[in-house]
């Protein structure tokens, strides 16, 4: 059954890999799973035939057969379940890996996001750069965190795994705010995961679609 998911027919982070697709487009690549792509329009987005898939006009989702899943995390969780190369065997590491999953979407990523939305959103008020410097703050709190827990090791728990993929993706998000950078383990881990054939296809594919785009 051949594996279908939807992205932004114009994607608004201008073909940087960081819309939540990309992070499906890897764990596919990664596995050596072929799979289309149904590109949609903002107005596509909030209609009912995607509204059916994602209740909240979102994407990617992910369509096999008769099975249709919602929400990034959940479908690379799926993927790496239902196809070697993202978890491991052992049980133990295989619960780690899935704790790393959690650790980057729940514990990483809402700080680092909130940071985007108020750059977006909030540039213009006159308490900006003093909710930007909180925000920093806890951000580099979160980051030295996981600085200190990597340390020297090339991924977060022995082999590459799905948590590396969302916690590298998650990381992305932060490269070019000096924040990153200020972590040079960091830095190079996110640097390895960028390094990853599978990342490269996947990035290609979607940064295609964006110049695709932008030459209509």
Do not use: C
């Not at 990523?109 to 308490?127: F, H, M, N, Q």
């Not at 932060?174 to 490269?200: D, F, H």
């Amino acid at each position: 059954m051949t594996i279908t998911i939807t992205a932004f027919e114009s994607s608004p982070d201008r073909g940087r890999g960081l819309a939540r697709d990309m992070r499906v487009r890897w764990a596919l690549e990664e596995v050596g799973q072929p799979y289309e792509v149904r590109l949609l329009s903002f107005k596509a987005m909030k209609e009912p035939p995607h509204l059916a898939l994602q209740p909240f006009g979102q994407i990617p989702t992910y369509e096999e057969g008769d099975l249709s899943l919602f929400e990034s995390g959940a479908i690379v969780l799926h993927i790496a379940e239902r196809h070697a190369g993202l978890l491991p065997d052992d049980a133990h590491a295989r619960a780690r890996a899935i704790m790393w999953i959690f650790a980057a979407l729940t514990t990483m990523e809402p700080t680092i996001v909130e940071r985007e939305s108020a750059r977006y959103l909030e540039g213009d008020r006159s308490w900006y750069e003093e909710r930007l410097a909180l925000v920093d703050e806890r951000i580099r709190k979160r980051l030295g965190d996981l600085s200190n827990r990597l340390g020297d090791r090339e991924w977060l728990d022995g082999a590459f795994s799905a948590g590396d993929l969302e916690m590298v993706s998650v990381l992305l998000r932060a490269k070019g705010s000096g924040l990153l950078e200020a972590y040079t383990n960091l830095a190079a881990y996110v640097a390895r995961g960028q390094a990853r054939p599978a990342y490269k296809r996947a990035f290609d594919a979607q940064r295609a679609v964006f110049l695709a785009a932008s030459s209509r």
